[in-house]
Nanobody, 123 residues
Framework: QVRLVESGGGLVQAGGSLRLSCVGS????????MAWFRQAPGKEREFVAR???????YYQDSVKGRFIISRGNVGDTLYLQMNSLEPEDTAVYYC?????????????????WGQGTQVTVSS
């Protein structure tokens, strides 16, 4: 059974930092794209950052310069270092992976999802 399990969410004050982790199991993730999405109450799930095979990374404009996506040495772990957090970053954050698209962009391009971890940023 393929699984993605996120951890590291919590409550933090504006300007603070959090590091999210996502551990994959049940298959090898090092050869497929992985990403972070988030969903705030009443809003659609949105792309945050992607780690592409070969090392390329992509970010939503609103998190550029503040968030850093990276993979563990084994490749089955994904991280999201979030700095200078803002109340607008409050959401459930989801880890995702795609074995159906080489360069996945939309949420529908991903076929593996974690259960999510809550991030709350207070002002």
């Amino acid at each position: 059974q393929v699984r993605l399990v996120e951890s590291g969410g919590g409550l933090v004050q504006a300007g603070g930092s959090l590091r999210l982790s996502c551990v994959g199991s049940g298959r090898t993730f090092s050869r497929i794209a992985m990403a972070w999405f988030r969903q705030a109450p009443g809003k659609e799930r949105e792309f945050v950052a992607r780690s592409q095979i070969g090392g390329s990374t992509y970010y939503q404009d609103s998190v550029k310069g503040r968030f850093i996506i990276s993979r563990g040495n084994v490749g089955d772990t994904l991280y999201l270092q979030m700095n200078s957090l803002e109340p607008e970053d409050t959401a459930v954050y989801y880890c995702a992976a795609s074995s159906i698209s080489y360069s996945p962009v939309r949420a529908t391009d991903y076929n593996y999802w974690g259960q999510g971890t809550q991030v709350t940023v207070s002002s």
